[in-house]
T-cell receptor, first 112, second 112 residues
């Protein structure tokens, strides 16, 4: 069985640009969450989607947005990139909202 | 006060010893607790979940939960060098929708 897949694995962007990160959950998982992890810190919650509806939003600016598609895959969009957005972006899926997550391998975003 | 607190370590134990990792949380009504292992440069991997007071054992791992003291711990018996990683505690509080809060992680080194 395929795990949670994320693309791309690495990305370098310039300040002010836009980025789209993609995630495919484990088959049968309807909940997808996005987390940001900077070096030396634990993951910080950005969004959760369940059955294509937003179920939670973390303390991130409106430059961050996301959506979930009918096949339960998800996109995270970040506009007007700042240097501080450089981080590992993790997608996680679970069968339901209260289960532990399975994380993807992440997208390493570097903003220069 | 942070929602989830862990000693950042580093914690060093000899091979074969018991490693004890601790975590405290602020929301007394929290119901779901998880331990993740994260190797350097990799994404977090779920190793234990616990929902009720007491101990839960899975192989060499034991999770302990004390809701009265707002304390959750992870014991690793017969520690192996392959257990060297950062261990993240995650808590789902009751009033945050569906997000999980992660601690900053405890770095464990098992010395051969």
């Amino acid at each position: 069985d395929a795990g949670v897949t994320q693309s791309p694995t690495h990305l370098i962007k310039t300040r002010g640009q836009h980025v789209t990160l993609r995630c495919s959950p484990i088959s049968g998982h309807k909940s997808v969450s996005w987390y940001q992890q900077v070096l030396g810190q634990g993951p910080q919650f950005i969004f959760q989607y369940y059955e294509k509806e937003e179920r939670g939003r973390g303390n991130f600016p409106d430059r961050f947005s996301a959506r979930q598609f009918p096949n339960y895959s998800s996109e995270l969009n970040v506009n007007a990139l700042l240097l501080g957005d450089s981080a590992l972006y993790l997608c996680a899926s679970s069968p339901d909202v209260n289960y532990g997550y399975t994380f993807g391998s992440g997208t390493r975003l570097t903003v220069v | 006060q942070k929602e989830v607190e862990q000693n950042s370590g580093p914690l060093s134990v000899p091979e074969g010893a018991i490693a004890s990792l601790n975590c405290t949380y602020s929301d007394r009504g929290s119901q779901s607790f998880f331990w993740y292992r994260q190797y350097s440069g990799k994404s977090p991997e779920l190793i234990m979940s616990i929902y009720s007071n007491g101990d839960k054992e899975d192989g060499r791992f034991t999770a302990q939960l004390n809701k009265a003291s707002q304390y959750v711990s992870l014991l690793i018996r017969d520690s192996q060098p392959s257990d060297s990683a950062t261990y993240l505690c995650a808590v789902r509080p009751t009033n945050t929708g569906n997000q999980f809060y992660f601690g900053t992680g405890t770095s464990l080194t098992v010395i051969p």
